[in-house]
């Protein structure tokens, strides 16, 4: 049985800092490229950063800077560090592995979210 399970979502308020972080189980993790999603109310989910097994990384433009993006394979386990926060970070922060097989095909998992709420 294959699990994400994310933590360390909450409140923080704007400037400050949070890390995420998704533990994975059931899956060949090396495979997998990680990464984390995140959706606010009323909005479609967006791509927030990947990582690939080789730890390779990208960022959407909004938080480069801000964000970072790591994973320890040893631990199956991928992070988010997030500083500067602002109010338009919150959403649900969703954890995706993705293996990609070829001709299209891919292996896709998600957790179940945690939420980041920036407010003063």
């Known amino acids: 049985q294959v699990q994400l399970v994310e933590s360390g979502g909450g409140l923080v308020q704007p400037g400050g800092s949070l890390r995420l972080s998704c533990a994975a189980s059931?899956?060949?993790?090396?495979?997998?490229?990680m990464g984390w999603y995140r959706q606010a109310p009323g909005k479609q989910r967006e791509l927030v950063a990947t990582v690939t097994s080789g730890g390779s990384t990208n960022y959407v433009d909004s938080v480069k800077d801000r964000f970072t993006i790591s994973r320890d394979n040893a631990k199956n386990t991928v992070y988010l560090q997030m500083s500067n926060l602002k109010p338009e970070d919150t959403a649900v922060y969703y954890c995706?592995?993705?293996?990609?097989?070829?001709?299209?095909?891919?292996?896709?998992?998600w957790g179940q979210g945690t939420q980041v709420t920036v407010s003063s």
């Open positions: 995706n592995g993705r293996w990609t097989i070829g001709l299209g095909g891919s292996y896709d998992y």
């Open positions: 059931g899956i060949n993790f090396i495979r997998y490229t």
